[in-house]
């Protein structure tokens, strides 16, 4: 798991943006929204680890009903660590308080984050800009990254984004791969070599000038 561990809400919101880019340089194509996401599984399965004890009478004792992923022996280790002990006289609540400070910040945080990024949407359909591309078009070029491994993710899903992000409705998007690939010999990308050759074009010209 990439996602750190904070044990205060100060610490968490000091180091957030920190953590937010060094996940990105691991998931190159998460956005903001994702690992708000992310970070509150994160931490509802802190908050188990802390709640799901059979025993706090002495940190020796303590024992965690849980197993597997969702056991987090870092968390059982702070609650058991001699120093932090010593410091708080009830470590299990003390981590408890913590961990539902910091999902009631990433809940309004992703309330936040997912406004903002619904008003960048709509700003970028509010422009003038007009797409003028064939729901075949779109599936030519969307199918060719998807196979040359620029986008990843299900291909529905991808297929879907496009359409939105150029406002095109896609009906019956595996009949249009189909007639793609029954296309005669020479004639299987006709967008993708109408957009080559007009960028070749465009380049011949910048050239002679």
Not at 57 to 86: C, P
Not at 124 to 141: D, Q, R
Request: contains cysteine; neutral net charge; aromatic residues 12%.
């Amino acid at each position: 798991m990439n996602i750190k561990t904070h044990y205060s809400l100060k610490d968490f919101k000091e180091n957030y943006q920190i953590d937010y880019k060094e996940y990105i340089e691991v998931f190159n194509d998460c956005s903001e929204m994702q690992f708000v996401i992310e970070n509150i599984n994160h931490y509802k399965i802190c908050l188990k680890n802390v709640t799901y004890l059979k025993s706090t009478s002495g940190h020796e004792h303590i024992e965690t009903l849980l197993t597997g992923e969702n056991f987090m022996k870092d968390v059982i280790d702070k609650i058991t660590h001699k120093e932090y002990l010593e410091v708080y006289n009830t470590p299990r609540k003390r981590l408890e308080y913590t961990f539902l400070n910091i999902l009631d910040y990433l809940k309004s945080l992703s309330i936040k984050t997912k406004n903002n990024e619904s008003q960048n949407h709509v700003d970028f359909l509010n422009t003038n800009i007009k797409f003028n591309v064939s729901p075949t078009e779109l599936i030519e070029l969307t199918k060719s990254l998807i196979e040359n491994g620029n986008v990843k993710g299900k291909q529905k899903d991808i297929i879907n984004s496009f359409a939105r992000f150029f406002n095109i409705e896609v009906n019956n998007p595996d009949k249009l791969i189909t007639d793609i690939k029954k296309r005669n010999t020479g004639s299987e990308t006709l967008f993708i070599d109408k957009l080559k050759s007009s960028l070749y074009d465009y380049m011949t010209k910048e050239t002679k000038r």
